[in-house]
């Protein structure tokens, strides 16, 4: 046992070098191919705040700067956010299975930024970069209520009662947004790219929302993350050590519903990422939510990078990201499930 802070300190450098390594290779991959040099030269010279002169191809800057490390910086950061969440999600509800996702908090998102839309196509003129955001959050509140009440009569509020709930919300919300896409008509194709997940367009305003969200985010889980231990030991263990599970809980679950609100105004619905991250991590380094919060959310910022690169540049056209990480989650999901099914057997 006395390895294990050792382990987390290499987990969390190894990550954390790879994340950089793939922000700097991401950026030089793409239509137009990019030296490692001249990547880091910009970079370098942005950090420092553009003191200097310095002789560029104003085309390459422009690529770099303003399209690549842009959509860089937001999958990192969506990325993070999500398994951040599920880190979260599957501590407070003691289940591997949970995530945004699964609970529907990503669907309820996602009807509430498509309402906004389509809105928009019946002349309500909305302002986009304030309305999204905001219907969004709304949407997953709403779901985050609806899921609960849905599971209130177990007073526990077990996770096999709430993460049931989820499904249903979402398969309703599915049906929902069904009518949303209908109602659309000739902009159901941006509603139908955007709902599948995807990062291409990303602007400097997104991140600028995007970073505060996930510092704060961090902070509020970090601050709750002992008492998070706590009730892995079970619920009236926790109340004993005078930790308040009610306050806890709906702390956390509108914290995190905030942040998936956030990721799904900016990418759209990207699943599993919550799920893989975190289930991985704890196999690997054991449950200690003081660790896991900051080690996820570099591993979920590293994943859809990695995954966002090979849609945009190695894939020969464009697959939204939503379906690649779907495609890689689901049997992941099936496998978990499966796992869990014969332990408890």
């Not at 987390?8 to 490692?36: H, K, W």
């Not at 509430?112 to 969004?136: E, K, N, R």
């Not at 231990?229 to 009236?236: C, H, K, P, V």
Request: aromatic content about 6%.
């Amino acid at each position: 046992m006395a390895a294990r802070p050792v382990s987390t300190l290499i987990t969390g450098a190894g990550l954390l070098l790879l994340l950089l390594i793939s922000i700097v290779m991401s950026a030089t991959m793409g239509f137009m191919e990019i030296p490692v040099a001249t990547v880091l030269q910009l970079i370098t010279h942005a950090l420092s705040l553009g003191s200097g002169d310095m002789a560029m191809d104003p085309i390459v800057t422009a690529v770099v700067m303003d399209v690549r490390l842009p959509r860089i910086l937001a999958a990192v950061l969506v990325g993070g956010m999500l398994a951040l969440c599920g880190t979260v999600f599957q501590a407070i509800l003691l289940n591997p299975l949970a995530d945004p996702y699964t609970l529907g908090i990503s669907s309820g998102a996602a009807f509430g930024a498509s309402l906004v839309i389509v809105l928009q196509v019946v002349g309500w003129m909305l302002p986009t970069s304030f309305s999204v955001p905001l219907f969004a959050f709304l949407g997953s509140i709403g779901t985050l209520f609806t899921v609960l009440a849905l599971a209130s009569e177990d007073r526990r509020l077990s996770s096999t009662s709430l993460i049931l709930s989820g499904v249903i919300v979402a398969a309703i919300l599915s049906a929902a947004i069904g009518f949303l896409k209908f109602v659309a008509d000739e902009q159901v194709g941006i509603i139908i790219f955007w709902l599948m997940g995807s990062l291409s367009g990303i602007s400097r305003q997104n991140i600028l929302l995007l970073l505060p969200a996930i510092l704060i985010g961090m902070t509020v889980c970090l601050f709750y993350s002992r008492d998070l231990n706590i009730m892995a030991t079970g619920e009236r263990a926790a109340i004993t050590l005078g930790i308040n599970t009610v306050r806890l809980r709906w702390v956390l679950l509108i914290t995190c519903s905030l942040m998936t609100a956030l990721c799904v105004s900016v990418s759209g619905i990207i699943g599993f990422v919550g799920l893989i991250v975190p289930h991985l991590l704890r196999h690997l380094l054991g449950p200690d939510n003081r660790q896991l919060i900051i080690l996820s959310t570099l591993g979920g910022g590293l994943l859809l990078l990695v995954a966002d690169t090979i849609t945009r540049a190695v894939l020969p056209a464009e697959v939204p990201i939503g379906v690649l990480t779907a495609l890689i989650g689901g049997p992941f999901f099936a496998y978990i499930f499966k796992k869990r099914q014969q332990e408890n057997g």
